[in-house]
């Protein structure tokens, strides 16, 4: 009989769900889709119910291609979400208003209330943190929606569909309740908080990433066939899930995403804080994860060519000879990390006229800025990298991958997966014991 681990990740358009065994061995997965959550003007929000109809409608499909007895195996469940979504609800976890989702930036003023009473190194800043929802939404509850006044619990996009499984709704985990305010180094909810006039009943116990709660409701046993003994564990944030899928476990070893734009994250010993390059650390067991965006990417690539013309371009590319274009690319003038400066002008000239070489050059001026982030990482005091592994959608790029080995100087890796819901399933099955 073998033993099954769930885990279920709340992405920005769907839901999706990975069984693994104890060998971490893929045994089945389904998705489901869900709608754009609805936008007027910075106000981004969407019906928690969604959540859960696509959870339950991906959680019949994959308990449904398991051998018979499928079911029965399944040992623990954990759930990622999206950053910073955020919704009230009453004691028993019945939503009181739609879901404030992660990119909601209506909360402009109560973001400076913050910022005149959080530390710097706290990752509550910014109009769309969960805190600044939070805070909107209190300040709401005289006025426009009353009923939030009920409230008994705040709750992020994971905690919510986790109470929804469990029937308990009071319970974070220490990655999602960073931008609500919660202090992971001393692993308590601050005494600033106290400035804001939030009541500090609403906010959730939090617990490490991983760590049982309980075990299913009597009601999901009978829906889905389950054990009644299946545990629901803690769980994280998309893009912390999505790092634990890669590999990457200990100190040192690091992921590039290569997508749209340039993310870097490296494992630490300590945590650390550097808001300016918008750098922040989430925990992993006992060490941190820490890490930062740039602006260019891929993005800037389809700026000036094709999709098609990027692969037809790239078996011709020579990775061992370097152009000796120093660029920087950037769709527009700005750069957050490793240049903080809102100003920063975009490097792309002079432009060659072999297009060839001008998209090379582009690549090894992204690799460029990869290696410069991890500099700056290692010197606010993270390791330099031992090994990085690649995760996005350029990971398929293998004369970009030489590049960026050769500017890095160290061993670069393929993902071992990429799917945030692998992440949560690693969880499940106990990955911080």
């Known amino acids: 009989m073998t033993d099954l681990y769930l885990g279920i990740d709340l992405g920005t358009s769907g839901c999706r769900i990975i069984a693994i065994d104890n060998n971490s061995t893929i045994h089945g997965q389904s998705s489901r889709a869900l709608p754009a959550p609805l936008r007027n003007g910075d106000a981004v929000e969407q019906d928690p119910q969604l959540w859960w ?106 905690d919510w569909i986790m109470g929804q499984l469990s029937g308990h709704f009071g319970i974070s985990d220490e990655n999602n309740a960073l931008k609500l305010g919660y202090d992971a180094v001393k692993r308590e909810w601050p005494a600033w908080l106290d400035k804001l006039g939030i009541n500090k009943k609403l906010l959730p116990e939090v617990l490490p990433p991983g760590t049982p709660i309980g075990t299913i409701t009597a009601q999901i046993q009978r829906e889905f066939g389950l054990s009644p003994d299946t545990r629901v564990v803690t769980g994280t944030t998309d893009s912390t899930a999505a790092f634990l899928a890669t ?30 390059y918008g750098i922040y650390s989430h925990r992993l067991g006992d060490l941190w994860l820490a890490g930062g965006a740039s602006n260019s990417g891929g993005a800037v690539l389809l700026k000036y060519f094709t999709q098609d013309q990027l692969t037809a371009m790239t078996p011709q590319l020579q990775p061992a000879q370097a152009t000796g274009l120093d660029y920087y690319p950037l769709l527009a003038p700005g750069e957050r990390f490793p240049v903080c400066d809102a100003t920063f002008v975009p490097r792309l000239t002079p432009r060659p006229a072999d297009d060839l070489q001008f998209f090379q050059g582009m690549l090894e001026g992204i690799a460029r800025i990869e290696q410069q982030g991890y500099q700056r990482l290692a010197e606010l005091g993270a390791p330099y990298p031992t090994a990085v592994y690649t995760a996005g959608s350029g990971a398929r790029n293998r004369a970009w991958q030489e590049i960026r080995q050769r500017m890095l100087n160290v061993p670069i890796h393929d993902a071992k997966q990429q799917d945030a819901a692998y992440g949560a399933a690693l969880l499940a099955k106990g990955l911080f014991k």
């Open 53 to 158: 109809t696509a959870t339950q409608e991906a959680l019949h499909d994959l308990l449904n291609s398991l051998p018979d007895d499928g079911a029965q195996q399944v040992r623990a469940i954990a759930v990622d979400g999206t950053s910073a979504t955020l919704l009230l609800t009453d004691d028993a976890g019945h939503p009181l208003c739609p879901a404030l989702m992660y990119h909601d930036a209506r909360s402009a003023q109560q973001a400076a209330q913050i910022k005149s009473a959080a530390s710097p190194e706290s990752g509550a800043h910014g109009a769309t943190s969960a805190l600044a929802k939070l805070l909107y939404l209190h300040q709401q509850s005289d006025k426009a929606q009353p009923e939030i006044a009920h409230a008994r619990h705040a709750v992020h996009q994971a």
């Open 247 to 276: 590999g990457a476990h200990s100190a040192g070893q690091a992921v590039t995403s290569l997508g749209s734009t340039l993310v870097i994250k490296i494992i630490s010993p300590k945590p650390i804080f550097a808001p300016t």
